[in-house]
């Protein structure tokens, strides 16, 4: 009766949009993380909106239970690096982006001394894309609140799992890439290992991103 009865109803509200309701899935899509490639996948035209598992169930309980949840996780610091970068060419030229992009370039001229001299709790919390991972899946009792985390570093053998079980198309585009994921992750890894963090940038990277170097198991 209630599956009737919402058929008939307007699906689109937010958060929702409508290849979720057409495959029956709720991707969690956290900044940096391959985002833009899943939603080509599936189908979705909308906004990429980087929304908390919260907002998906204060909406509708009811679609929040019923379809599968899943996001990507990515190791904190190579995400970081990912991060950094995007900032600092001005992410997508909004004026947002183009603020963020002089003040890291004010107060620091490369990823070392903008760990020491930008990066706080205070930003944390401020800037979307860099928010911790962690916030996106989990609820204040650090319960998981998705069916599925993939992991970046495995995407194209996980995303291969995950798309038998859900019958989704088993090909990953890659769209903001110009080398094939492995390359990329090797190479990411590479330019990270020249930079030589200093143990201070070190120490604060593992401090402020505790929990997601914990709850995912990164090392």
């Known amino acids: 009766m209630l599956d009737r009865i919402l058929k008939r109803l307007p699906l689109n509200f937010y958060p929702y949009v409508q290849y979720m309701h057409r495959r029956q899935v709720i991707f969690i899509h956290i900044p940096k993380n391959a985002g833009s490639s899943v939603l080509k996948l599936l189908g979705s035209n909308d906004a990429r909106w980087h929304t908390k598992w919260i907002h998906y169930r204060r909406a509708s309980y009811y ?3 019923k379809y599968h949840k899943f996001a990507i996780v990515r190791h904190p610091l190579d ?4 991060c950094y970068r995007y900032c600092i060419k001005g992410g997508n030229q909004l004026p947002d982006d183009l603020a963020l992009k002089n003040c ?10 903008f760990i020491l001299n930008v ?12 928010q911790p991972q962690y916030l996106y899946v ?3 009792s650090l319960t998981c609140q998705v069916d599925t985390l993939l992991r970046y570093e495995t995407l194209s053998s996980d995303w291969k799992d995950l798309a038998k079980t859900l ?5 990953l585009p890659w769209v903001n890439a110009s080398r094939p994921q492995e390359q990329r992750e090797k190479d990411n ?22 929990l997601d170097f914990t709850l995912f198991d990164y090392r």
Do not use: G, T, W
Not at 79 to 82: D, E, I, N, Q
Not at 193 to 209: G, S
């Open 79 to 82: 995400r970081l690096y990912s």
């Open 138 to 140: 989990f609820d204040k």
């Open 167 to 171: 019958n989704l198309p088993s090909n």
């Open 189 to 210: 890894q590479d330019e990270l290992a020249q930079l030589a963090l200093c143990d201070e940038a070190k120490e604060k990277v593992n401090e402020l991103y505790r």
């Open 63 to 65: 679609f929040f239970n």
């Open 119 to 130: 990066l706080d709790s205070e930003l944390l919390m401020r800037e979307i894309i860099f």
């Open 104 to 113: 890291i370039d004010e107060k620091s001229s490369d990823f070392n001394s």
